[in-house]
């Protein structure tokens, strides 16, 4: 990124904070991808989380009252909105009423954090009764682990599939002190992937990779990684587009618990990593790729914003500078960042330095 955080922050935040109606938006996606779709409920959570850690009361603000006028009958944020005739945003295509849980666990999260900041009962509430509807429509009951969303259902072979980007440990633990009326099932959800987490570095102990979805196998009540296509495409089954976000938030929940049942895998996350830099080339572009089947090999000849920042945040929680500072280098350089890649990048950077 090659800025100062405050620097980059403004730039975040002239590229992708658009206003609709009397609320605030993350527009997700570049200019020329073109299409109808303008944010989701994902890009929502960043930028809840983003302007509260910013100490940005007035664009928190205005996050929050998109998020309340697109609720849906769950009391989740319906996950996809696109533009319709006449500049007006209707549910996107693709089962756009349904939620995303990772969304609504970061803006359950940025609305508790808010309350402490701010201490306005409103947001405090709201925290609560978001958190109660996660719990109620996107976990599953018996394992503790979240669901895709509150469109799957018992019965359903989505229901027995989780998505490690949804692991968002700190998320969780601050549901633990905070959401008093749920506090026993939230201290299990902890635990649960914590074991989960131990379990996928048990099957792969040389990379600690773990895969985009996991599915329960019934008979070992095992959450194991998928086989093909279940969701998104072939590599579902691999370190992809959604599970590159995971040694940043398993990173943060260590770095505010120093919990030492995640040190492992961490660590092992860390040393392949470290192997990669070590053998990349002299180029511009870092040798972290952007997708890597559970035993390292990458599939793809390139590298994304998205799979360095988090493994910067994992190197400096784990206080590996030399590597830091090695992939630091990297991102600095970078300028064809993305949504996704800057947006990870912004959030990585201030949970680094802003304390829960």
């Not at 952007?290 to 390292?296: D, E, Q, W």
């Amino acid at each position: 990124m090659g800025l100062s955080l405050e620097n980059a922050y403004a730039k975040w935040r002239r590229k992708y904070v658009r206003t609709y109606k009397n609320g605030l938006y993350v527009y997700y996606k570049d200019e020329k991808d073109g299409g109808s779709e303008m944010t989701c409920s994902e890009a929502h959570g960043y930028g809840m989380l983003i302007s509260v850690l910013k100490r940005n009361r007035e664009d928190f603000d205005g996050f929050f009252r998109y998020y309340v006028s697109w609720k849906n009958k769950n009391g989740l944020m319906q996950w996809q909105q696109k533009e319709s005739g006449s500049d007006k945003f209707v549910p996107g295509d693709e089962g756009g009423e349904n939620c995303a849980t990772d969304g609504d666990i970061d803006i359950a999260t940025a609305l508790f954090l808010a309350s402490k900041v701010w201490g306005k009962d409103d947001y405090y509430q709201a925290a609560c009764d978001l958190a109660g509807s996660i719990w109620e429509h996107c976990f599953n009951h018996s394992t503790y682990l979240p669901l895709l969303g509150d469109w799957t259902e018992p019965g359903d072979k989505e229901y027995d599939l989780t998505r490690p980007s949804d692991f968002i440990l700190s998320g969780f633990l601050l549901f633990y002190y905070e959401d008093k009326e749920r506090q026993q099932y939230w201290g299990r959800v902890v635990n649960a992937i914590i074991n989960a987490c131990q379990y996928q570095l048990s099957l792969n102990p040389k990379t600690g990779l773990i895969a985009d979805f996991l599915k329960l196998d019934r008979k070992s009540k095992k959450y194991k990684p998928v086989t093909g296509e279940v969701l998104e495409d072939k590599h579902d089954g691999d370190y992809n587009w959604n599970s590159c976000r995971v040694p940043w938030r398993l990173g943060h929940y260590y770095m505010l618990t120093k919990d030492k049942r995640l040190k492992p895998i961490l660590d092992t996350q860390s040393n392949f990593f470290q192997v990669v830099l070590r053998s990349g080339s002299n180029s511009d572009e870092s040798p972290i790729r952007a997708g890597y089947h559970l035993n390292g090999k990458s599939f793809v000849d390139y590298s994304d914003m998205a799979f360095n920042a988090p493994v910067s945040f994992l190197f400096w929680v784990l206080k590996a500078q030399s590597p830091l500072d090695q992939i630091m280098a990297y991102i600095d350089k970078d300028e064809d960042g993305t949504y996704f890649g800057e947006t990870i990048a912004m959030l990585c950077f201030l949970q680094a330095h802003v304390p829960y």
